[in-house]
């Protein structure tokens, strides 16, 4: 693996990671709600990040390149709504969505097939990152003004596995 490459990966490792910051950041924001639904529902977003994290750190050991982590962001803490904090979790999704796209362009450039391969699992994943932050956006955006609706939605979202 070129070193381009490997430092590229080491990129990812941080964004993976400032992503389950992010989203226990606004686990947090939700559970000062008293939204329980919406707090457990990122925290299994913060856990499914730091998943991706491990699988780019363990690629690049695998390839035997050598993992360097860098500090990680410190993400915002408040929200104005609930619609809000999931519209910036899909505007977020789709900056992960680019910054994969980035690593398949470099790849191909570089013509290393391995990590290619490797990073066609995460071009599919964020297809699917991307659909649930934005399905839930739109349902929020629809039950805005309906307690009910969102309290319903909050039980919802705490059924995630």
Known sequence: MKDSMEKALNGQINAELYSAYLYYAMSAYFE????GGFAHWMRVQAREETEHAAKFFSYINDRGGRVILDAIDKPQS?????????QD???????VSGLIHD???LARKENDHA?????QWYVEEQVEEEAHASEIAEKLKMIQKSPNGLFMLDARLGQRE
């Open 32 to 35: 000062s709600l008293n939204f």
């Open 89 to 95: 979790a899909y505007a977020h999704e789709q900056k």
């Open 78 to 86: 408040e929200w104005e709504s609930p619609l809000k904090a999931f």
């Open 103 to 105: 690593l398949v362009d």
């Open 115 to 119: 990590t290619e391969n490797f990073l």
